[in-house]
Structure formats: C-alpha cells, structure tokens
C-alpha cells in the first residue's frame, strides 16, 4: 500500500504558492484524515519563490518542467502553469507516461477538451481538475458525482470572480472600472492577460467545462456566444437599480427542446436573487436537476488559497486511490469516453429572454412611438418602461424598455431598423435580463 504520494509542481505563481503552502500547512490534518503523507519533492519556476511561507528544504526547485516529467519517483504532476503551450506538453508527457495529472487550467481544458481529455482516457494516470470551475467551489464533484442521478437541463453563474469584483465596486462603490480591475489584478483574482475576465473568455472556458460534464458531451468553445462587461456603464447601473436588477457577469448553459445553449453575457438579475447577492470574488453557480430541482453553490471563486484548496483536495483523491492501487471508479467526465459525442451550440439568435434596451434620444423628452411600433411589428413586446433623470453634454437622453420573452433574432432585426433613425444619438444598448 503506498503511503507516501510525490508531487511536482509545475509553476509557482498565485495558485502554486497557496498549493505548496497548504499541504505544508495542513500537513498533520491530511495525514490524519486519510493516512498519507503527501509531499511537494520537485518544483519548476521562472519566478523569484524565496519570499513564500514554504520550506523548500525537501523540494528540489528548477527552471525546466522536463527534470520534473523525467522523475520516475513522482506520481502526480500538478500543472499551474496556464495557458495552452507549455501546459499542454506538460499534462499531455504526463498522461503518456502514466502519470497522474492535477489542473487549474480552464483555457486548456475548454480549447483542447477532445484532446486532453483522450489523453486522460487513455492513460494510466488518474485526473482531477476541479479547480479549473469556481475556485474553492467543488462544483466539478458537484455535477459529476452529486447530480449522477439527475438528468441535468441546465445551469447559469457567476463564475469570474475578477469580473464579479469589478462590477460589484461599480455598483456598490462607484469605483471606475480601471481603478477597479487593477484592485482585482493586485488581490490576484485577474488572468496573466485580463482581457479573458474582463472580456468574457475566461467565463467561456468554464462555461464549456460544465457543459461537457452536465450534458455529456463535447463541444466547440468557437460555437459559445460570448460577450464581457467593458460595455458596461454607470448609467446602466444606475437604471438597473432603479429597474430592481443588479448587473452581473453570467454564464449559462440550457439543454432545450431547440438545442444546447451555451452562452457568456452581462444580464440583469432581480435585486431579490442570490446571485445579485454575490459579491466581490464570490462566485455562485445554479445547477437546476429533473429531480433535485435547482441547486446554488456559492463560495470564493478566485484567489490564492481557495483555488489551492480545489487542487489539493483533487491531489488528495487521487492519492486515496493510488494508496490501494485502485482505479478511479469515477470517470473523468462521468461517462466512457466513447459515450461523449460531439454536440453543436445553437446561434445566439435564437434564444429567448427577456431584453434591457437602452435608447439615448437626441432632444426629446419622450420616447419617440416609432420605437415601440417597431418593437411590436417584430413581436417585441415591453413590460417596464423608465426615463432616465439625466441629459448628457449634447442633450439627448436615456430611456429603457424591459422586454416581454422574445426571441433574440426578432429583437436584433428591430434594433437594426432603430438605430438608423434620425432621433438615435448613439447606437442601442442591449442587455439581456436573466428571468
Ligand atoms: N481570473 C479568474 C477569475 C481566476 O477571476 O475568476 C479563477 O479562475
């Protein structure tokens, strides 16, 4: 029975360094609680380390990942580098050499899915990746183990603290947005290159995660609509506010009777809702289950320690079945790999939500009736209406209508035909609303 499991740890960055620090720290806890003494014994960095609350006395530190894929005494090789060039030689030389392989890399698993997650498949080494999706949140076990039971419609979250921060300090502090991203960027919530927060992307990435592992399936993160916050105004805010609704970054996945929907976007959630009650890094994500009905897990969604504490816990599976020289009974996405069929992603034209449409009309008091005719002769119906209080510099103002349910391709069709009227002073802003 192998008692002792040998690590290598490939980066220590942000997440490497609260991974090392943890397992020294939480030593004693581990051993107890599972009868294995797990130990860093090798680490590859670029970056200066001394200034870690890590003894490195037992770890042989070194710039190149290649001592470390050639160490035949190690059996996991924890992978916190990011990106999709080294990365993907690392966990894929792993996998091909039997080792076990630890991730956090979302982009990685979202843009090579078919093909980091054959290479799992098909080797001997065990996989975890839990802190790939949600930080702390165990949400990979979440749907894979305790929903195995549901056949799972869908699911819609938070699940970019960076993003999440940046608008929570807008609403809440009125901080503007590049005072706040760099807030995000030195707490070390932000990507090596923040436009993936800021943009979407990395939402994206998780996004396709959990649509693989909820439904089942494969699918092209190309076919994924996304769209990031940096369209996001104060004054958006401010109406939403007015409206009831808080502004937050979503990613959401839907099996539907028109297909899979996978998409990225700002939306409009009820002030009285959970996941406008999330803030900062937090982050929350609903599953909804045919049995178990929906189901929100809320925790930290970035950072340091909470992500370190997603890898551990999957280095720590991964030791509890290598010390009786099992295999994992649970597949790395829950079903054979030949069950896993690739599936498309439906345009975003057509979905059907509810709409935020902001018209800033030039000199005029009112919204102009052509607006609404037009909404309506396209099956565009309105709920809410509000006149913003404020003019800007060349006097137009800002009026919003709340959409019934309708279908995106009919709201755009109406949109294109408004902003080419006279009265428009800028283009529509469009925001969905999560009903
Ligand atoms: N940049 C990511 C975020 C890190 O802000 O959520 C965690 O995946």
């Known amino acids: 029975m192998k008692k002792n499991i040998k690590i290598g740890l490939c980066g220590l960055g942000t997440v490497g360094a609260g991974v090392a620090t943890l397992l020294q720290k939480n030593a004693q806890i581990i051993q107890t609680r599972t009868g294995l003494d797990i130990n860093i014994v090798q680490a590859a960095t670029i970056d200066p380390y001394d200034h870690l609350d890590v003894d490195f006395s037992n770890i042989k530190v070194t710039d190149s990942v290649d001592d470390i894929l050639n160490n035949p005494e190690i059996d996991v090789m924890v992978e916190l580098i990011g990106g999709t060039g080294i990365a993907k030689k690392i966990v894929l030389d792993a996998f091909d050499k039997g080792k076990s392989v630890v991730t956090a890399n979302k982009a990685l698993l979202a843009k090579h899915s078919q093909e980091i997650f054959s290479a799992a498949y098909g080797s001997k080494g065990l996989f975890g990746y839990e802190a790939s999706v949600g930080g702390g949140i165990p949400i990979i076990r979440n749907i894979r183990e305790g929903f195995s039971g549901d056949k799972i419609d869908g699911f819609s979250g938070i699940i970019n603290g960076t993003g999440n921060y940046i608008l929570s300090a807008m609403t809440n502090e009125r901080t503007d947005f590049k005072t706040a991203l760099k807030q995000a960027q030195d707490k070390g919530y932000a990507e090596a290159d923040?436009?993936?927060?800021?943009?979407?992307?990395?939402?994206?990435?998780?996004?396709?995660?959990?649509?693989?592992?909820?439904?089942?399936?494969?699918?092209?993160?190309?076919?994924?609509?996304?769209?990031?916050?940096?369209?996001?105004?104060?004054?958006?805010?401010?109406?939403?506010?007015?409206?009831?609704?808080?502004?937050?970054?979503?990613?959401?996945?839907?099996?539907?009777?028109?297909?899979?929907?996978?998409?990225?976007?700002?939306?409009?959630?009820?002030?009285?809702?959970?996941?406008?009650?999330?803030?900062?890094?937090?982050?929350?994500?609903?599953?909804?289950?045919?049995?178990?009905?929906?189901?929100?897990?809320?925790?930290?969604?970035?950072?340091?320690?909470?992500?370190?504490?997603?890898?551990?816990?999957?280095?720590?599976?991964?030791?509890?079945?290598?010390?009786?020289?099992?295999?994992?009974?649970?597949?790395?996405?829950?079903?054979?790999?030949?069950?896993?069929?690739?599936?498309?992603?439906?345009?975003?034209?057509?979905?059907?939500?509810?709409?935020?449409?902001?018209?800033?009309?030039?000199?005029?008091?009112?919204?102009?009736?052509?607006?609404?005719?037009?909404?309506?002769?396209?099956?565009?119906?309105?709920?809410?209406?509000?006149?913003?209080?404020?003019?800007?510099?060349?006097?137009?103002?800002?009026?919003?209508?709340?959409?019934?349910?309708?279908?995106?391709?009919?709201?755009?069709?109406?949109?294109?035909?408004?902003?080419?009227?006279?009265?428009?002073?800028?283009?529509?802003?469009?925001?969905?609303?999560?009903?």
């Open 194 to 435: 923040p436009t993936f927060d800021i943009e979407g992307i990395d939402t994206a990435h998780k996004v396709i995660i959990l649509m693989e592992l909820a439904f089942n399936a494969l699918f092209d993160f190309d076919q994924l609509y996304i769209e990031g916050i940096t369209g996001i105004e104060p004054i958006d805010i401010d109406l939403a506010d007015e409206l009831g609704y808080r502004i937050k970054l979503l990613g959401k996945a839907l099996n539907t009777e028109r297909g899979f929907e996978g998409r990225v976007h700002p939306a409009l959630v009820k002030k009285d809702s959970m996941l406008a009650s999330v803030q900062g890094a937090f982050n929350a994500i609903s599953v909804f289950g045919n049995f178990v009905g929906h189901t929100m897990s809320y925790g930290a969604g970035a950072g340091s320690f909470p992500t370190a504490s997603a890898v551990v816990a999957d280095i720590i599976e991964i030791g509890r079945v290598l010390s009786i020289d099992g295999a994992n009974s649970v597949q790395p996405l829950g079903v054979p790999f030949e069950r896993l069929k690739k599936m498309e992603i439906i345009p975003v034209e057509e979905i059907e939500t509810e709409y935020y449409l902001r018209f800033n009309i030039k000199n005029n008091n009112q919204l102009p009736p052509e607006i609404e005719n037009i909404l309506s002769k396209n099956h565009v119906n309105i709920q809410q209406e509000l006149k913003s209080n404020q003019t800007d510099a060349e006097n137009s103002t800002s009026f919003v209508l709340i959409t019934q349910t309708a279908k995106e391709k009919d709201v755009r069709e109406s949109l294109k035909i408004i902003n080419s009227l006279p009265f428009m002073a800028s283009p529509i802003k469009l925001i969905r609303v999560d009903p």
